[in-house]
T-cell receptor
Framework: NAGVTQTPKFQVLKTGQSMTLQCAQD?????MSWYRQDPGMGLRLIHY???????DQGEVPNGYNVSRSTTEDFPLRLLSAAPSQTSVYFC?????????????FGPGTRLTVL | AQSVTQPDIHITVSEGASLELRCNYS??????LFWYVQSPGQGLQLLLK??????LVQGIKGFEAEFKRSQSSFNLRKPSVHWSDAAEYFC??????????FGTGTRLKVLA
């Protein structure tokens, strides 16, 4: 198993540009989530999904969109990038939706918005 | 709403010394509690988790944590720290809404 994969590893955007961060898992996990990590802030939940076709907002959803058309993929879209979205983004997945299961994290995407 | 506090931003210990990292949570019922570790430039790896039952939980790499309901705490301990334990440690809580809430992390430095 490849586990949780994220692409790209690094990205530089200009303010106003859009892009999609890709996340995929091959473990048939129901639960997937996106976090951003900023110095001194820990990880903050952006969006999560408890299964294909079901998504919900986390702590900091503004400026981000998600969809879950398949079990494997959970892309994160930035519609109009802002410097405040400069961060490291982590995708994670777990087998069960109930919150009791271990989350497996991807290696992260480091995004810089100029 | 649930929340997690890790009061220590940085901790420095000597190799071979004992370690305790603090975590306090806020939640109305018994939550699911986790400790994760992040090495530089890496994602997070689970050290241990607590759901119910025995309040002393054993994890990987020789770590353990104790759930204390009366203190709303879930502190992480290790009897003897190794240089390879230098990393950032995150406590997390999950309540009834599938939302994981992470603490702000504690960065551990190990002196040779």
């Amino acid at each position: 198993n490849a586990g949780v994969t994220q692409t790209p590893k690094f990205q530089v955007l200009k303010t106003g540009q859009s892009m999609t961060l890709q996340c995929a898992q091959d473990m048939n996990h129901e639960y997937m989530s996106w976090y951003r990590q900023d110095p001194g802030m820990g990880l903050r939940l952006i969006h999560y999904s408890v299964g294909a076709g079901i998504t919900d907002q986390g702590e900091v959803p503004n400026g981000y969109n998600v969809s879950r058309s398949t079990t494997e993929d959970f892309p994160l879209r930035l519609l109009s990038a802002a410097p405040s979205q400069t961060s490291v983004y982590f995708c994670a997945s777990s087998f069960q939706r109930g919150g009791s299961d271990t989350q497996y994290f991807g290696p992260g995407t480091r995004l810089t918005v100029l | 709403a649930q929340s997690v506090t890790q009061p220590d931003i940085h901790i420095t210990v000597s190799e071979g010394a004992s370690l305790e990292l603090r975590c306090n949570y806020s939640y109305g019922a018994t939550p699911y509690l986790f400790w994760y570790v992040q090495s530089p430039g890496q994602g997070l790896q689970l050290l241990l988790k607590y759901f119910s039952g025995d309040t002393l939980v054993q994890g990987i790499k020789g770590f353990e944590a104790e759930f204390k309901r009366s203190q709303s705490s879930f502190n992480l301990r290790k009897p003897s720290v190794h240089w390879s334990d230098a990393a950032e440690y995150f406590c997390a809580v999950v309540g009834g809404t599938y939302k994981y809430i992470f603490g702000t992390g504690t960065r551990l430095k190990v002196l040779a």
